[in-house]
Nanobody, 124 residues
């Protein structure tokens, strides 16, 4: 089972990017999420999408600017990022888990599968 993230790049502040995370291998992922990590910083929760409760949870820092969506037919999760700020600069990782306990899934250890990161750079 693999996760592959696409869509990173460089934009100016105020711009937009859309990240994609494609899954393969046939596994069923109950929750998928996006995290990011800036140099010298810990991995930070961005957003999760729960297919059981059909809920999403956003970090306060991205609420109102980022939107997560899921296309089950394509086994892909998208992260639309608008009104980007320089503080959004980081490597973005998608993650998935087949372990369901409910909650916000804001902790990296709850995920048992990670994709390679994709760099997002926002210049001022």
């Amino acid at each position: 089972v693999q996760l592959q993230a696409f869509g990173g790049g460089s934009v100016q502040a105020g711009g937009s990017l859309r990240l994609s995370c494609a899954t393969s291998g046939g596994a069923i992922w109950y929750v998928m999420g996006w995290f990011r990590q800036a140099p010298g910083m810990e991995r930070q929760f961005v957003v999760s999408i729960d297919s059981i409760s059909r809920t999403t949870h956003y970090a306060d820092s991205v609420k109102g600017r980022f939107t997560i969506s899921r296309d089950n037919a394509k086994n892909t999760v998208y992260l639309q990022m608008d009104s980007l700020k320089p503080d959004d600069t980081a490597v973005y990782y998608c993650a998935a888990t087949s372990i369901y306990i409910g909650g916000t899934y804001s902790v990296p250890s709850l995920y048992n599968n990670w994709g390679h990161g994709t760099q997002v750079t926002v210049s001022s």
